[in-house]
């Protein structure tokens, strides 16, 4: 039965390319944030001010 | 304190994943055909009847695109195999060990169900449901069912490219139509004379053979595939008309789809009388370049008719 495999740390290069992927994540997810919100207001439209209070 | 530069160095740290670049995750999502994608589900919002507001067309685009991106990734991860053996993938993200499969399969099925859900949820259900289905038409019964079990694969996969356009009208009307319809069959008849022309042109029999994929010039020959390529293209030109009869374009479009299909059906008839020698190659290589302008012709002569206010014909049938 072979032995599991140690852990293995991530090289400088392998940080730098995690640290690029993290923050094209970030500006993706903050993104969609942004254009869920958008998108939110514009199919509300003029319902809001117009609704039956 | 210990020195953990030897650990960095360790060859087995590739094992473990997380060594793709953000490139890398680009290259998983086959940006070429997702702009195809964006274009002609463009054209598909553009040509529905009814309006939408720029906004949500926008993000209709988004999620299609990503969707697109998403069947992308999703092939790569199972096809990775078939490409470690091809030259002309050889060098995709998962054959060169940057991206895991299993990583693949993650990023293909979260921007999947995201793509989805977010179509669905911000314009309509038909809308989200026609990507689903693309999705699930292109992975499981194209890459992993029919694309190594018949010669007629690339038809098959053709049909998940026509469905863009269908899913940008289905985003306007939130229903499947006639004339959505007939831009699907467009694309749809379009791809296989498009794909077997390079097929010939670039001589990749060798490396679909090697992998063990059916191409139809691998399985039936080149003569058989010139035959093929000839139908298609004649096929194409009376479908390219269907917009017409629909009354979703009018007489520009008309002009310029007749004058392009001549061009088109010459071309293939060169393609098919011309079998061996440079002048075959060159004729493969002559339609396989003409048939990109072509789709592209097709779909911005329908755009420029929206966008001109150019009224379309009175519907014949439909």
């Given at each position: ?53 | ?74 092939n790569?991860?199972y096809d ?56 699930f038409f292109y992975i499981v019964i194209y890459t992993v069912w029919l694309k190594r079990a018949t010669p007629q694969n690339i038809v098959i996969g053709g049909a998940a ?52 994929i059916p191409m139809l010039?691998?399985v ?99």
């Amino acid at each position: 039965m072979s032995a599991p495999l140690p852990p293995q740390p991530f090289g400088p290069e392998d940080l730098a390319r995690r640290r690029r992927r993290a923050i094209v994540m970030a500006l993706v997810l903050g993104g969609l944030v942004a254009l869920f919100f958008v998108t939110t207001i514009v199919r509300l439209g003029g319902n809001v001010a117009l609704r039956s209070l | 304190m210990s020195d953990i530069s030897t650990d960095i160095a360790s060859p087995t740290a590739a094992a473990y994943g997380g060594q793709g670049a953000v490139g890398d995750y680009v290259a998983l999502l086959k940006p070429r055909v997702m702009s195809l994608s964006i274009f002609t589900a463009l054209v598909g919002i553009a040509a529905a009847p009814g309006t939408l507001h720029p906004w949500l067309a926008a993000m209709a685009l988004i999620a299609i695109a990503v969707g697109a991106g998403a069947c992308g990734a999703l092939n790569m991860w199972y096809d990775a195999d078939i490409d470690a053996v091809m030259r002309r993938t050889l060098s995709r993200p998962v054959p060169r060990g940057r991206i895991l499969p299993g990583e693949a399969l993650g990023f293909g099925a979260t921007l999947a169900v995201g793509s989805v859900l977010a179509l669905g949820l911000m314009l309509n259900v038909v809308a989200g449901a026609l990507l689903a289905f693309t999705i699930f038409f292109y992975i499981v019964i194209y890459t992993v069912w029919l694309k190594r079990a018949t010669p007629q694969n690339i038809v098959i996969g053709g049909a998940a490219g026509a469905f863009p356009p269908m899913i940008g009208w289905a985003a306007v009307t939130g229903s499947v139509d006639l004339g959505s319809i007939a831009l699907f069959l467009i694309i749809f008849n379009w791809t296989p004379p498009h794909f077997w022309a390079l097929a010939l042109w670039r001589n990749v029999n060798a490396d679909y053979a090697r992998a063990g994929i059916p191409m139809l010039p691998v399985v039936a020959g080149p003569r058989e595939t010139r035959r093929q390529i000839l139908i298609y293209s004649l096929l194409l030109a009376p479908v390219t008309l269907l917009p017409s009869l629909l009354g979703v374009t009018g007489l520009v479009y008309t002009m310029v789809a007749v004058a392009l299909d001549l061009v088109f059906i010459a071309c293939a008839v060169r393609v098919f009388r011309l079998s061996d020698g440079p002048a075959a190659e060159k004729a493969c290589r002559g339609l396989f370049s003409f048939s990109i302008v072509w789709l592209f012709l097709i779909f911005a002569t329908i755009l420029a008719e929206r966008l001109l206010g150019l009224v379309p014909f009175q519907p014949v049938i439909g």
